[in-house]
């Protein structure tokens, strides 16, 4: 069997039984991974040198498709329901059996890589996939060992992607064609039917959400992270779309990374070696540093281009709303090597709050940052997914329950501990709407919220007035630099204020019934946190 690239001494796939692939195509370059693309006819190159492929069918993850093998590893320490879902060790040996034999004699591309730049948890990976530009996904998102690391690297867990092949929901139990499936005993994550590429990178990341908490002690964290020159760290929690690739990215500070971390007792390090940044309505003027990271080596998704051109159009959703780009950290000028840095100074709780009620700053107590924190909460606005034409309320524990394995009050209790250990400032930032509704109102201008983040880091914020908003009984500044003071309460942004008391309540109600499920669970200190009805 031939070997191309790069190979650990004596590695070969047989330990998870592929033996009878066709070329196996070991720790190739992003240079040879293109070149593989464009032959295939899987992509082509933009005109700033960043390959675009088309994912197919899938153009985002699928969670219902998402599974956990129940095990006595992970049957009384797994979190399980809509979000993790049972699957039989017995159904998962027959799936990757029929996985195998669809890849028999099919060349396959491997990768070996790590996650968790932190040496005292890193976790070594073996990326196998069936297509070249999965494969230069894998070596964007996850850590890359030197060439001599690689010759004596053993694989922690085993990827395995292969989009070509279909389940059969009748024969192999899975809810339709495509899956995503780990397995924590084999430590093996496979995934099939989708090409999407956030299937890989968020299938390590709930390995780490169960690994670091669990075993460790440590807190994952769905956020992105920056530090400044005083080595104060910043971390920006939110779901999609809420900013937080955007808001890390500052010219003046060090990136460390833009979706997945840990949180140890004295450290915060990112788990990936890249970014995996939405694309949509992407400029240069308005975000510089990933604009200028699309570059050779980025792999740009689903997008669309300028008639007759290679020129990306940013503004084109024909193919989804979700179009996205991965590039390696090191296309980002100023990005932290190793991506590790100090405790935090200061965490930002992103929202995109599309009822236009929130305040677009507030400072919060360490009992509402635990309730804010196992809310979650943003908003999905018309277009998002289909089906949606108004504002719908999205509550994520962590803000980011559909990445966790174990339950929300593990996550929950060590952020607490943190808080509790260290001098740390919590804000509430809403990206959304202000002036009113989603259709009345407008987006919070991207400008303010950088200025307001800014003041808050650099402790501007810190004398600030405050006076308290009602219902929410959140801490608002009266004034911040570079942001019109006007702009800073939410309810004189809105000419009604009438409607304005309404929709606050109707969103308050909301929050109060979402946290239903943690009451039982959760100190009085915290429950008191909750937003209050006005009658």
């Known amino acids: 069997m031939n070997i191309f690239g790069k190979k650990a001494k004596d590695a070969t796939l047989n330990s998870i039984g592929l033996k009878n692939t066709g070329v196996q195509f070991w720790n190739l370059s992003p240079a040879d991974l293109v070149e593989e693309a464009i032959v295939n006819g899987q992509g082509v190159l933009t005109d700033t040198g960043a390959l675009a492929i088309n994912t197919g069918k899938f153009t985002g993850r699928s969670p219902k498709d998402r599974f956990i093998v129940y095990d006595d590893k992970t049957k009384d320490a797994v979190w399980w329901g809509d979000i993790n879902i049972q699957f039989s060790p017995e159904k998962f040996d027959a799936l990757y059996n029929r996985m195998k034999a669809y890849l028999t004699n099919r060349d396959v591309y491997v990768r070996d890589a790590y996650a968790c730049a932190d040496e005292r948890y890193r976790i070594n990976l073996r990326v196998v996939t069936e297509f070249p530009w999965s494969?230069?996904?894998?070596?964007?998102?996850?850590?890359?060992?030197?060439?001599?690391?690689?010759?004596?690297?053993?694989?922690?867990?085993?990827?395995?992607?292969?989009?070509?092949?279909?389940?059969?929901?009748?024969?192999?139990?899975?809810?339709?064609?495509?899956?995503?499936?780990?397995?924590?005993?084999k430590k093996m994550a496979i995934i099939g039917g989708t090409g999407y590429t956030g299937e890989i990178k968020k299938g390590i990341f709930s390995v780490l959400n169960f690994i670091l908490p669990h075993e460790k002690n440590v807190l994952s964290m769905h956020c992105s992270a920056n530090v400044g020159e005083k080595g104060d760290t910043a971390v920006f929690f939110g779901l999609s779309g809420t900013g937080k690739t955007t808001l890390s990215s500052d010219p003046n500070r060090k990136l460390i990374g833009d979706d997945e971390h840990g949180w140890t007792e004295d450290t915060v390090f990112n788990f990936e070696g890249g970014c995996y940044a939405k694309t949509i309505d992407l400029s240069q003027e308005k975000e510089p540093q990933i604009y200028n990271a699309i570059k050779f080596g980025a792999i740009l998704e689903n997008i669309g281009f300028k008639e007759g051109s290679s020129t990306v159009d940013y503004e084109d959703v024909s193919i989804t709303q979700n179009t996205r780009v991965s590039y390696p950290i090191h296309h980002i000028d100023n990005a932290l090597q190793p991506s590790i840095g100090p405790v935090p100074k200061n965490i930002f709780f992103l929202t995109c709050d599309a009822f236009g009620v929130l305040p677009p700053i507030s400072k919060l107590t360490k009992e509402q940052a635990m309730y804010h924190f196992m809310s979650g909460y943003t908003a999905k606005v018309a277009g998002t997914e289909m089906g949606i034409t108004d504002p719908e309320t999205t509550f994520s524990a962590c803000f980011g329950a559909a990445f966790l394995p174990l339950h929300p009050a593990k996550y929950a209790e060590l952020l607490g501990k943190k808080l509790e250990e260290s001098d740390v400032n919590v804000w509430l930032v809403n990206t959304g709407w202000t002036g009113g509704p989603y259709g009345v109102g407008s987006r919070m201008k991207l400008s303010y919220t950088r200025a307001m983040i800014s003041a808050a880091m650099n402790g501007e914020l810190e004398n600030a007035e405050y006076k308290t908003l009602p219902i929410f009984d959140l801490s608002i500044p009266t004034s911040c630099p570079g942001v019109p003071s006007e702009i800073?309460?939410?309810?004189?942004?809105?000419?009604?204020?009438?409607?304005?008391d309404k929709t606050a309540n109707e969103l308050a109600a909301q929050f109060i019934e979402n946290f239903k499920i943690y009451e039982k669970d959760t100190s009085e200190e915290i429950l008191n946190a909750a937003p209050k009805v006005l009658v």
Request: proline share 8%; glycine share 4%.
């Open 135 to 185: 494969n230069q996904f894998a070596y964007n998102m996850f850590l890359r060992p030197t060439d001599e690391e690689i010759k004596t690297m053993t694989p922690d867990w085993h990827i395995v992607c292969a989009p070509g092949f279909k389940a059969d929901p009748k024969i192999d139990g899975t809810r339709q064609e495509n899956f995503a499936i780990l397995n924590f005993t």
């Open 488 to 500: 800073l309460n939410p309810k004189d942004t809105w000419e009604d204020k009438a409607a304005f």
